[in-house]
Nanobody
Framework: HVQLVESGGGSVQAGQSLRLSCAVS????????MAWFRQGPGKRREGVAT???????DYANSVKGRFTISQDKAKHMLYLQMDSLRTEDTAMYYC??????????????????WGQGTQVTVS
């Protein structure tokens, strides 16, 4: 079965950077879409960035220009480079995936598989 394991979270000061990683396993082919979500304290889970199997990318407005989603399918890894971090970026960050040949959006209902999350704290 599909497993997603996030890493790279931590505590940083505002303005600094972090790079999150997500190790993907269990897919029998390369047709899957990936995304990053986050859930801040007292907030609903929200989509941060998506990467379609067709290479399409989308970002939440709040992170455009600061976050970059990328992947290395040969290594079965998904990344989220987060620059110019703000206190409001503090959240648990989750990797999500779904079998897909084209693209998925930023809605959490579009993804069947989820990691356990990695905490990012910005002060």
């Amino acid at each position: 079965h599909v497993q997603l394991v996030e890493s790279g979270g931590g505590s940083v000061q505002a303005g600094q950077s972090l790079r999150l990683s997500c190790a993907v396993s269990g897919y029998t082919n390369s047709y899957y879409c990936m995304a990053w979500f986050r859930q801040g304290p007292g907030k609903r889970r929200e989509g941060v960035a998506t990467l379609g199997n067709d290479g399409s990318i989308d970002y939440a407005n709040s992170v455009k220009g600061r976050f970059t989603i990328s992947q290395d399918k040969a290594k079965h890894m998904l990344y989220l480079q987060m620059d110019s971090l703000r206190t409001e970026d503090t959240a648990m960050y989750y990797c999500a995936s779904d079998p897909c040949s084209t693209f998925r959006g930023l809605g959490q209902d579009e993804y069947d598989y989820w990691g356990q999350g990695t905490q990012v704290t910005v002060s």
